[in-house]
C-alpha cells in the first residue's frame, strides 16, 4: 500500500472537489485490504494487532498541510523518520488537508485497515472521540487535543505541552521589547492555543512585570497568510514590537508585517538557522514527530496504552524548547532563569 496524499488544494476553497479527492485518496487505502468491521486483528496477531510476521500498518491524519511550516510539518518530519527506522516493520498512510467535514470519513476508512490511526490536532478531538469506539480493537492517538480531556479504552491522548514553549516565548518577547508591549497571534481558538496564549502572557509578566500584554488574537485559520498579516499589523499598530505565535503558514504573513514594521516575532515550533528569517528573535521548538514515534514505537513493543501522555519541558518525554537567535545578554540570562524555575516547578508554566 503506498502511502496516502489527497491533492494539495485548499479544500475549504473548493470543499466538492475536495470531497471528492479525499474519497478517491481514501478508496485506495480500502483497497489495500483489511478487517472492514474494526472489532477483531487478524488471526495469529502480535501485541501490536498485526497479523505475525505482517508490517504494523499506521494511518495519520493530517487536517492541514504537511508543508504548512508548522504544527502538521513537524509531524510529518516525525514520519519520514520512521518511514526511514522502520519501514521493514511498519507500513504507513497518511492523508493531508482534510476538510472538517471529512475527519470522520477519514478516520473511519484508516481503521477499517490499520492497527494505529493517527490523528493531528485538537480540531479532530471530536471526531476521533466518536470513531474510536467503533473500532475497539483499534489503537487510535490524538496529538494536541484538549489537555484536560480524558482518554477512551482505545484512544491516547499526546499533549505536546504548546503552552510551556509559549511561556518561554513571552519571556523572551517581554526581555526583548524595547516599547515595552508585546503580543501574541494564534490560529483556531481552540483550548490548547487559547492556553497557549495564556502561557504566553504569563511568561512575559515573569520576565518583566510592567509589560504591557495585548489582547490575544486569533484569527480563525493556521494557514490564512492575509489573516495573520493583519493581526499581526494591528499588533504593531497597537505598539508591540515583540510578537508571539501559534499559527503556520500563517507565520508568512506575519514576517511581512514585521517587515513593514521594522518589528519581529517568534518563530517556531520547527527551528530555523538563526538569521535566515529576517524579523525572527528565535524559535520555539516543538517536535510534533517524536509523539507520532512514540505511538509507533509502542505499539510494536507491546507497550502502548490509552492514556495521556505530556512531551513538555518538564515532562519524561522532553520534545520542546526554546532556541534563542538574540545576543542580548539579559534575554538570555532570563531564559535560562525561567526554564530552571519551570524545571523546579517554582513557576507554572501553562
Given amino acids: 500500500m503506498s502511502n496516502l496524499r489527497t491533492d494539495r488544494r485548499r479544500r475549504t476553497a473548493v470543499p466538492a472537489a475536495a470531497s471528492a479527492g479525499l474519497a478517491v485518496a481514501l478508496l485506495a487505502l480500502t483497497a489495500c485490504g483489511g478487517s472492514t468491521d474494526g472489532t477483531a486483528p487478524a488471526a495469529g496477531a502480535g501485541p501490536s494487532g498485526a497479523p505475525g510476521g505482517a508490517k504494523l500498518k499506521v494511518g495519520v491524519m493530517f487536517p492541514g498541510s504537511i508543508s504548512d511550516n508548522g504544527f502538521m510539518e513537524s509531524a510529518y518530519l516525525g514520519l519520514q523518520r520512521l518511514k526511514a527506522t522502520l519501514g521493514d516493520r511498519v507500513e504507513f498512510a497518511h492523508v493531508e488537508q482534510v476538510a472538517k467535514a471529512d475527519y470522520q470519513q477519514a478516520l473511519v476508512r484508516f481503521a477499517q485497515d490499520a492497527q494505529l490511526v493517527i490523528s493531528l490536532g485538537g480540531q479532530t478531538d ?12 483499534v489503537k487510535f492517538v490524538e496529538i494536541g487535543g484538549p489537555a484536560d480531556a480524558a482518554p477512551l479504552a482505545n484512544l491516547a ?21 524595547k516599547t515595552g508591549t508585546v503580543g501574541f497571534v494564534g490560529g483556531v ?23 504591557k500584554v495585548l489582547k490575544p488574537a486569533y484569527v480563525g485559520d493556521f494557514n490564512d497568510v492575509a489573516k495573520a498579516k493583519q493581526a499581526a499589523a494591528a499588533g504593531y499598530s497597537a505598539g508591540a514590537d515583540v510578537l508571539g505565535q501559534i499559527v503556520n503558514l500563517g507565520k508568512k504573513g506575519m514576517a511581512q508585517a514585521a517587515a513593514d514594521a ?33 505511538a509507533v514505537e509502542q505499539v510494536l513493543a507491546g507497550t502502548w496504552k490509552a492514556e495521556q501522555v505530556r ?25 535560562a532563569e525561567a526554564k530552571q524555575a519551570i524545571a523546579a516547578g517554582t513557576v507554572k508554566a501553562g
Fill in 126 to 137: 471530536a471526531d476521533v472521540r466518536k470513531v474510536a469506539p467503533q473500532f475497539p480493537k
Fill in 157 to 177: 491522548l499526546y499533549d505536546p505541552q504548546q503552552a510551556e514553549a509559549e511561556f518561554l516565548s513571552g519571556v523572551v518577547a517581554a526581555s526583548l521589547s
Fill in 311 to 335: 512531551f513538555g519541558l518538564t515532562a519524561p518525554h522532553t520534545a520542546s524548547d526554546f532556541i534563542l537567535c538574540d545576543p542580548s545578554p539579559a534575554a538570555a540570562a532570563k531564559l
Fill in 189 to 211: 481558538e481552540l483550548p490548547a492555543i487559547v492556553n497557549a496564549g495564556k502561557s504566553f502572557e504569563a511568561g512575559a509578566k515573569y520576565a518583566r512585570p510592567d509589560v
Fill in 262 to 294: 521594522s518589528a519581529s516575532f517568534v518563530g517556531g515550533p520547527i527551528p530555523k538557522d538563526c538569521g535566515s528569517e529576517p524579523g525572527v528573535v528565535g524559535y520555539v521548538k516543538t517536535d510534533i514527530g517524536a509523539e507520532v514515534s512514540y
